[in-house]
């Protein structure tokens, strides 16, 4: 079974940034496709970005465009996802999840929520100008 754990969320300044990162346990030995979306308070979860299996295809969404940077560390059982978010603004206060689909390698469809199968708790980040 697949579990999903972010940490690296907190209350920053406008302008700050900001490292998120997720654990993945669990699946297939060789890794899957890891993403995150957001949430805002009374909005829809969006798609932020994700990245497949190896590391070497990505895909970001519209918000944060041109301020995230999407990684991934793949050692032993454990599969690292992170998030670097720059030049934060208040704007981008969310939930932020981590998101996969055990099945899929590539990340192309992680980009839609009804293809997220495995969901972290999700970490607040809070950004206050």
């Known amino acids: 079974q697949v579990q999903l754990v972010e940490s690296g969320g907190g209350s920053v300044q406008a302008g700050d940034s900001l490292r998120l990162s997720c654990e993945a346990s669990g699946g297939r030995s060789d890794g899957y496709a890891l993403g995150w979306f957001r949430q805002v308070l009374g909005k829809e979860r969006e798609f932020v970005a994700a990245?497949?299996?190896?590391?070497?295809?990505?895909?970001?969404g519209d918000v944060l465009k041109g301020r995230v940077t999407i990684s991934r560390d793949n050692g032993n059982a454990k599969k690292t996802v992170h998030l670097q978010m720059n030049s934060l603004e208040p704007e981008d206060t969310a939930l932020y999840y981590c998101?996969?689909?055990?099945?899929?390698?590539?990340?192309?469809?992680?980009?839609?929520?009804?293809?997220?199968?495995?969901w972290g708790q999700g970490t607040l980040v809070t950004v206050s100008s």
């Open positions: 998101a996969a689909d055990p099945t899929s390698i590539g990340a192309a469809n992680l980009r839609y929520r009804d293809r997220i199968t495995v």
């Open positions: 990245i497949s299996r190896q590391g070497g295809s990505f895909y970001y």
